[in-house]
């Protein structure tokens, strides 16, 4: 079965500065996805980055970029910049083989100081 | 593109009372379209697969008596808390894709408050 583990429960970081967070998965299978979402206070999820298992280049997206160290199994997003708005919670994800559902983890709650 | 509309956004009622839950694609058609779970401060759990056309999959341990999923169309999900009781008060939320491993769009959820 498929698993995402998210370490960080909580992290802090400076207005302007760049925050790692480490997303590590469990797969057997070959073909799989990988996602990011951000789910402000408010409760909406909002999709941010997306890597596939087969894709050679890390995704980037904006100020996001995912670090993709397959041998690792980590998927971790890089979040440059940081602004006051990126204050939320962040939840890696995926998908496997041909489902389409997403098994989520734990999340990381991001807080961003001015 | 790609938006997921969900309503309501906040329901208060009594215990014993069914609430229903819509969810629609304004701007796609979803065969498929998930429902989620989430309890405060938690992560997000898969309650079942909505398939148009046919019955839902529901993921283990979630009642299908008790959480009813309708996907009479390509754009309209809905799913129905029966008999509602305290313990059912959480946040649901629905998604859908565009097609296979594209990323899936959430509805902005529904907070669901028993009393």
């Known amino acids: 079965a498929q698993k995402i583990t998210q370490t960080q429960p909580g992290m802090f970081v400076q207005e302007k500065e760049a925050v790692t967070l480490d997303c590590t998965y469990d797969?057997?299978?070959?073909?799989?996805?990988l996602f990011w979402y951000k789910q402000p206070s408010s409760g909406e999820m909002i999709f941010l980055i997306y890597?596939?298992?087969?894709?050679?280049q890390n995704a980037t997206e904006g100020r996001y970029s995912l670090n993709f160290q397959k041998a690792r199994k980590s998927a971790n997003l890089v979040i440059s910049a940081s602004q006051l708005g990126d204050s939320a919670m962040y939840f890696c994800?995926?998908?496997?083989?041909?489902?389409?559902?997403?098994?989520f983890g734990k999340g990381t709650k991001l807080t961003v100081n001015p | 593109g790609a938006v997921v509309s969900q309503h309501p956004s906040r329901v208060i009622c009594k215990s014993g009372t069914s609430v229903k839950i819509e969810c629609r694609s304004l701007?796609?058609?979803?065969?498929?379209m998930f429902w989620y779970r989430q309890f405060p401060k938690q992560s997000l759990m898969l309650m079942a697969t909505?398939?148009?056309?046919?019955?839902?999959?529901?993921e283990q341990g979630v009642e299908k008596d008790k959480f009813l999923i309708n996907h009479a169309s390509l754009t309209l999900s809905t799913l129905t808390v029966t008999s509602a009781h305290p313990e059912d008060s959480s946040f649901y939320i629905c998604?859908?894709?565009?097609?296979?491993?594209?990323?899936?769009?959430f509805g902005d959820g529904t907070r669901l408050s028993i009393l």
């Open positions: 909505s398939n148009e056309g046919s019955k839902a999959t529901y």
């Open positions: 701007d796609f058609q979803a065969t498929t």
């Open positions: 890597q596939g298992s087969y894709d050679e």
């Open positions: 994800a995926m998908t496997q083989g041909g489902s389409e559902k997403l098994v």
């Open positions: 998604s859908a894709s565009v097609v296979g491993n594209q990323p899936q769009h």
């Open positions: 797969t057997s299978d070959q073909s799989y996805g």
